[in-house]
């Protein structure tokens, strides 16, 4: 299955692209290079890649805005590629989006393997819904996990909801704000916290043995069930 699995490489510096491609396709990738930012959305809508690898500094069009573009349409694994690990925590307070980040100097072999590892979790989370650990029911508000029916507030629902929607990705305390306001309420970072802490005490009771949700410092939530 992996070996079928098509790499976007999106990188500008000819060295960098062909030894990424070199490794990949050692470890049986198909590969696609670009050198332009602009062409990259206008390819993936056409092609839909498995995975894309992203520098951030490119001609034509900018990493940030090709991955905003991408995941207003496309929920596929985007890594992003950068020059300087201070980036890494800028992108990450941006919430472009990507589902991780790899600082240049890199090693290709390391590189390989965030691919791979991404490529298995994208997979997981991409099974067919009767599959997924976690079930949603938006006319009663009712989640069930595991098949059992997580007893959660609306609030808590929505959250949940939200995070679920996006595994693996940190959500922001705004972002699950906005979540929120379909409620048409008014909800405070503050309250988000102890909803979410509310939450995670309900599923660490439905499955002690697993860490469905995890605190960011400093950036938000994230669910994970890989
Ligand atoms: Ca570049």
Not at 33 to 46: E, I, N, T
Request: proline share 5%; net charge neutral; with cysteine.
């Amino acid at each position: 299955m992996t070996a079928a699995a098509h790499i976007l490489v999106v990188e500008d510096e000819p060295k960098l692209a062909t030894l990424l491609r070199d490794y990949l396709e050692r470890d049986g990738y198909r590969t696609t290079m670009l050198h332009d930012g602009a062409a990259v959305v206008a390819w993936v809508r056409q092609h839909a890649p498995d995975l894309v690898l992203l520098d951030l500094l490119l001609p034509g069009k900018d990493g940030l805005s090709i991955c905003r573009e991408l995941r207003s349409f496309s929920e596929l694994p985007i890594i992003m590629v950068t020059a300087r690990v201070e980036e890494i925590d800028r992108l990450l307070g941006l919430e472009i989006g990507a589902d991780d980040y790899i600082c240049k100097p890199f090693s290709p072999r390391e590189v390989v393997a965030r691919v791979r590892a991404l490529l298995r979790r994208a997979r997981v989370n991409a099974g067919p819904a009767t599959e997924r650990p976690l079930q949603f029911d938006d006319d009663r508000f009712e989640a069930r996990l595991h098949g059992k029916p997580l007893p959660l507030t609306r609030v808590e629902y929505r959250l949940l909801r939200a995070l679920a929607e996006h595994p693996g990705h940190v959500l922001s305390r705004n972002q699950l704000m906005n979540s929120l306001y379909l409620d048409h309420r008014v909800v405070s970072d503050r309250t988000v916290d102890s909803h979410v802490k509310n939450l995670r005490r309900k599923l660490t009771e439905a499955v002690p043995d697993q860490d469905l949700l995890s605190s960011i410092y400093g950036l938000g939530y994230k669910l994970d069930w890989s």
